[in-house]
């Protein structure tokens, strides 16, 4: 099941296109994408049961993310051996390295981002929605608060988040529009094994990320579980899985993103994210 934000409302797309799903279910779920997720069984149940009608066709243009509003917007830092490598920092060995980002910086999948003052660095993701509240959860039993999976770009700029006594990670990956969430959510049983999906990005058509999610130091299971000792996980909350080598802090020179790119990330059985820069 593949879930978008269309201009606002949530739809089921389909091989047709979008069905909107307040009007098709009679108004028993709400047209607000977000307010799915604390009715995620009971969603999951009454898509897969009901009689569809033909899906209308969309423009990406008019999609926004499927997961626009989330409580807690968490990311984890150097999750990919090849990228803790590159930024000369140690890997996490016993547990991941976590911060949040601000939801104010989420967007849909195809946007124009305004560059603030700085290096504006590239990060492609894998992203998890969570589909049920996840407390003291095994690995084993993670995968069951899954809702779906979904792309996403975790921009950084770097100055700010390197900044100070302490990095602000979470401020400088935070401006608006730094968090290009879609193009939609995917459901866990459209995807053959989210521990092996290859992920990419590329500005203005060069590939700089080409990574795979079998590199993750902590797969997705192991995420929820640690997070879960700490945090309550609600329904509707996302986590940033991390980002494989490739980002332009790493090269040598450093490269950051200007004016006119257009940076386009990938993620295997989820779907495209495109983002210019002005
Ligand atoms: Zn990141």
């Not at 590329?202 to 299971?221: H, S, Y």
Request: charged content about 15%.
């Amino acid at each position: 099941m593949r879930l978008a934000n269309r201009s606002g409302r949530l739809h089921l797309v389909t091989d047709t296109g979008a069905v909107d799903v307040a009007t098709t279910s009679g108004g028993r779920f709400d047209a607000d994408p977000q307010k799915i997720y604390p009715r995620w069984a009971e969603f999951r149940a009454w898509a897969e049961a009901a009689e569809l009608p033909d899906g209308r066709p969309f423009d990406p243009a008019d999609l926004g993310s499927p997961v626009p509003a989330p409580a807690q917007l968490v990311a984890v830092g150097l999750n990919y051996h090849d990228h803790a490598a590159e930024t000369g920092v140690a890997a996490p060995s016993h547990q991941p390295s976590v911060f949040g980002k601000f939801t104010s910086s989420i967007s849909g999948p195809c946007t124009t981002v305004r560059l603030p003052q700085g290096n504006v660095d590239w990060e492609a993701e894998l992203a998890v929605v969570i589909g049920t509240t996840a407390a003291h959860v095994t690995e084993a039993d993670a995968p069951r608060h899954i809702a779906g999976y979904t792309a996403a770009q975790d921009l950084t700029e770097r100055l700010l988040q390197m900044s100070g006594p302490v990095p602000q990670f979470g401020l400088g990956k935070s401006y608006p529009g730094f968090t290009p969430l879609g193009p939609w959510l995917v459901t866990p049983d459209e995807i053959p094994d989210p521990g092996a999906l290859r992920l990419t990005s590329a500005v203005n058509g060069e590939v700089v990320q080409d990574g795979n999610t079998r590199d993750l130091i902590f797969g997705v299971p192991a995420l929820i579980s640690h997070l879960s000792q700490v945090i309550t996980l609600w329904p509707g909350d996302v986590i940033l899985t991390g980002t494989p080598a490739g980002v332009g802090w790493g090269r040598q020179p450093p490269r950051y993103l200007s004016p006119g790119d257009t940076l386009t990330t990938h993620v295997e059985h989820i779907g495209t994210l495109t983002q210019r820069f002005t």
